[in-house]
């Protein structure tokens, strides 16, 4: 499968902004496809994840509560809805994705990924 990250942009803190990872050559029927960022200087880092089956959703304990990632089946995307940035969500996110359902413990670790897209930036002023 080819992931595409889009909708990356720059907003103000406390506003909102949506990005996609749209999913081509296969479905994600049996995948979970995560959300990780990178900031200038900082490790990749997990943002939250998902379960195409069933639709169960994690979070990094950094964005709960004011991220959320959801599926549009018919599209064969996902999204993270984001609110209420801070300047320290400013990063490149990546969308990544795995055709198996990983227990919830491994999520966070990038290694159990095969699948990347090319990451889209998301720039939060203060």
């Known amino acids: 499968v080819q992931l595409q990250a889009s909708g990356g942009g720059l907003v103000q803190a406390g506003g909102s902004l949506r990005v996609s990872c749209a999913g081509s050559?296969?479905?994600?029927?049996?995948?979970?496809v995560a959300w990780f960022r990178q900031a200038p200087g900082k490790e990749r880092e997990f943002v939250a994840a998902i379960r195409w089956s069933g639709g169960g959703s994690f979070y990094a304990d950094s964005v709960k509560g004011r991220f959320s990632v959801s599926r549009e089946i018919a599209k064969n995307t996902v999204y993270l809805q984001m609110n209420s940035l801070k300047p320290e969500d400013t990063a490149v996110y990546y969308c990544a994705a795995v055709p198996r359902l990983p227990i919830m413990s491994s999520l966070s670790r990038s290694q159990i990924y095969d699948y990347w897209g090319q990451g889209t930036l998301v720039t939060v002023s203060s």
């Open positions: 050559g296969r479905t994600f029927s049996g995948y979970t």
